[in-house]
């Protein structure tokens, strides 16, 4: 076979840069994390949490901007969940091992270990319903378990107690290894937790949910960690809400079905 005769080479095609944003954000996410650790190595614990706090704002913009641009793909999805095992799973863990949890021995490595797994866990399961195309559409409304985000923030909330209040809001360390395995059964449980992204807004609300975000956004600057413990403890008890409209949402759906199923019989 000559040179004339020999397939054409496939030339690299550029690519916009708009389409490396997601990813970029992404490994962003991972990279604050990351720092995370590294100011938790140096027990500078305010800088340790707000890595792990920029960490989740650059995860909730990712895929968004992927959704907003239509350029979602399986590379960004798998890189995403990896972002989110170091930055809300290793990363935490660490941060508070090197707090408090080291105080506590071997229930506080216990803790690290369990939380951990449970966050891989619940990200394997994300992905796995990812490609589970039976589920009703309202369902999206609703995450499996805690998200890993909200996850991280639980289970670092002891230690934005202790930002706040110092010494007199710091629990022991079992105490603190309790509450960080209760955060990652959380995420691995089924319970339904709300979600944002599949709500919608009435005309009438718009107003007042700007005005609660800049009370938010405002609160968060005066005084952030207060602001991020109330946030949480706010978050945690609006999990028995997610659970009841679900389970009203599911009651819904099940007469809808049934009346759908009879009206076919009559027809």
Not at 21 to 38: I, Q
Not at 41 to 46: A, D, G, N, Q
């Amino acid at each position: 076979m000559n040179e004339a005769e020999l397939p054409p080479r496939r030339t690299a095609k550029d690519l916009p840069l708009t389409r490396l944003l997601p990813n970029m954000l992404t490994v962003l996410s991972m990279c604050a994390g990351l720092t995370g650790m590294r100011f938790a190595l140096m027990e500078r614990w305010h800088e340790a949490v707000l890595a792990i706090i920029i960490a989740a704002v650059f995860d909730m913009l990712d895929g968004r901007v992927a959704r907003m641009l239509n350029i979602a793909s399986k590379f960004g999805a798998e890189l995403d969940s990896l972002s989110d095992a170091i930055s809300f799973g290793v990363a935490p863990a660490f941060i508070l091992y090197l707090w408090v949890l080291k105080d506590a021995a071997g229930l506080g490595w216990i803790a690290v270990l369990v939380y951990t797994v449970c966050v891989a866990m619940r990200l394997a399961r994300f992905n796995t319903m990812l490609e589970d195309q039976s589920l009703p559409a309202w369902t999206k409304r609703f995450f499996t378990g805690v998200p890993s985000p909200a996850g991280a923030g639980l289970a670092l909330l002891p230690l934005e107690l202790f930002l706040e209040y110092g010494d007199a809001a710091k629990g022991p360390g079992a105490i603190v290894a309790l509450w960080v395995i209760f955060s990652g059964g959380l995420m691995v449980s089924r319970l339904p937790t709300l979600a944002l992204k599949g709500w919608r807004v009435e005309h009438r609300w718009v107003a007042p949910i700007f005005l609660l975000i800049v009370l938010a956004i405002s609160a968060l600057i005066t005084n952030p960690w207060l602001t991020l413990s109330a946030l949480t403890i706010i978050y945690l008890l609006s999990i028995p809400f997610g659970w009841i409209s679900y389970r009203q949402r599911q009651r819904q759906d099940a007469t809808e079905r049934t009346e759908g199923q009879r009206y076919d019989q009559a027809g």
